[in-house]
């Protein structure tokens, strides 16, 4: 799964100390990203139905691992305990199982609809949040998630068109991939960010190996060419959000993630012949309103918290 966006959630970040000092380049960082997961989106695009979706992920991420080099001062310093160790297994859980149906929607449904539905992402954040952190759901956040719910049936339309399997496996993808995000978020409070993307470089294909081997086909050139631009792109991406995170706060940044359904629809539009879809942009435009709304709101209250402290 290549769309990330930020998780909406009062976890703290891993760098407590300068949250809101570099807005602009909170904004750069982030805009840099949204582009890298465009490129990836197209680059997957090209590859189509021609590898099955499990073994173009495990393709993806194997040939991403050379970009992981670098990492290697970083990852010897860090010191992994055994908590520290089954979180990013089971972030790496999610994310393998997120891949693998991100793949799979992205043969059979527009880049513009995919973007959009990964909005919803951050909703499902602040749910997990409330499950296993004890956060409260007041109700502007009620209001929020309702909102965004209704902008992804505003995108799926049930009833006003078919729904293809692809919608269906993008919602289960948007859980999954939420699930990693909010794993990836507590595991930055203890490790540099290069530490969060190389371990989860190695145990996505680990896990992916075995079923890629189940259904693997032959792989042209070509296709290995596309994944590898994929691995590369989306390395990069992953570390500019990391670092997106890390220089500004989310009520900055978030906005910014809205460019990137404008990015996706014009890619589908002027490079893959797909019609522009004006509910799903409408309906992406909802559920970005709510998480920047809440994203807002918590800001707000967190700034007024540390006047009372």
């Not at 149906?101 to 043969?107: E, G, K, R, S, V």
């Not at 880049?111 to 539905?117: K, N, Q, S, Y």
């Not at 145990?203 to 994944?227: C, Q």
Request: net charge positive; aromatic share 12%; charged share 10%.
């Amino acid at each position: 799964m290549e769309h990330p966006i930020p998780p909406v959630t009062s976890v703290p970040s891993a760098a407590p100390a300068a949250p809101a000092s570099r807005p602009g380049w909170g904004i750069f960082w982030m805009l840099l990203t949204g582009l890298c997961f465009v490129a990836v989106t197209a680059t997957v695009k090209m590859v189509g139905t021609d590898v099955p979706a499990i073994q173009s992920g495990f393709l993806r991420y194997a040939l991403g691992l050379v970009f992981l080099i670098p990492m290697l001062p970083s990852v010897r310093r860090a010191k992994i305990d055994r908590p520290l160790a089954r979180l990013f297994l089971a972030r790496g859980t999610a994310h393998a199982v997120a891949v693998s149906l991100w793949f799979f929607a992205m043969t059979r449904i527009p880049i513009a609809d995919v973007t959009a539905l990964n909005y919803l992402n951050p909703v499902y954040v602040i749910i997990l949040a409330v499950l296993f952190l004890g956060e409260r759901l007041g109700p502007y956040r009620i209001a929020a998630v309702a909102i965004a719910f209704i902008g992804t049936f505003v995108i799926i339309r049930p009833g006003f068109r078919e729904i293809d399997l692809g919608h269906v496996t993008m919602l289960f993808t948007a859980v999954a991939m939420a699930g990693s995000y909010f794993l990836a978020k507590l595991a930055s409070q203890r490790v540099a960010p290069e530490v969060v993307v190389f371990y989860l470089s190695l145990i996505v294909p680990s896990l992916l190996a075995p079923l890629a081997l189940y259904v693997w086909v032959p792989v042209g050139w070509e296709d290995l060419g596309w994944l590898f631009l994929c691995a590369f792109f989306a390395t990069i991406g992953h570390y500019t959000m990391t670092l997106a995170f890390r220089a500004a706060p989310l009520a900055v940044t978030q906005p910014i993630t809205f460019l990137q359904l404008i990015w996706a629809t014009a890619l589908g539009v002027f490079v893959f012949a797909e019609p522009a879809d004006a509910f799903v942009i409408a309906g992406g435009a909802m559920i970005i309103a709510s998480i920047s709304f809440i994203t807002w709101r918590e800001a707000v209250l967190a700034r007024r918290k540390r006047r009372t402290d």
